[in-house]
């Protein structure tokens, strides 16, 4: 069988600005604010709205809107969890 083609590489989650944070609720439902909270949001609802964020922040065309990333096939959309480098000296 073929590997699907990862077509979204996400942002880490620990890199959104409001208005994605904005974005990402209104399609999950909640934000976050422990590992535990993210480990039991819905995963399909967590990768589409990861997928859009990123797509949108790069200007993906294709991907701009929900019913687009939607039609990725299982397996490419990828996420990054956290930015290691976030918050720490230097880069904040």
């Known amino acids: 069988m073929e ?7 996400t942002v880490p ?8 944070l904005d974005l990402f609720e209104e399609i999950t439902g909640m934000i976050p604010t ?6 039991g949001m819905p995963r399909v609802k967590f990768i589409l ?5 990123t797509a949108q922040r790069n ?10 990333v939607k ?12 930015d290691e480098n976030v918050g ?3 880069n904040e």
């Open 3 to 9: 590997e699907t083609k990862v077509v979204i590489e």
């Open 13 to 20: 989650f620990n890199t959104l600005d409001y208005g994605e």
């Open 34 to 39: 422990s590992e535990a909270e993210i480990q």
């Open 49 to 53: 709205a990861m997928g859009l964020i």
């Open 59 to 68: 200007g993906m065309d294709g991907y701009q809107t929900l019913d687009e």
């Open 71 to 82: 039609r990725i096939p299982l397996g490419g959309i990828r996420l990054h969890m956290a």
């Open 88 to 90: 720490t000296e230097g």
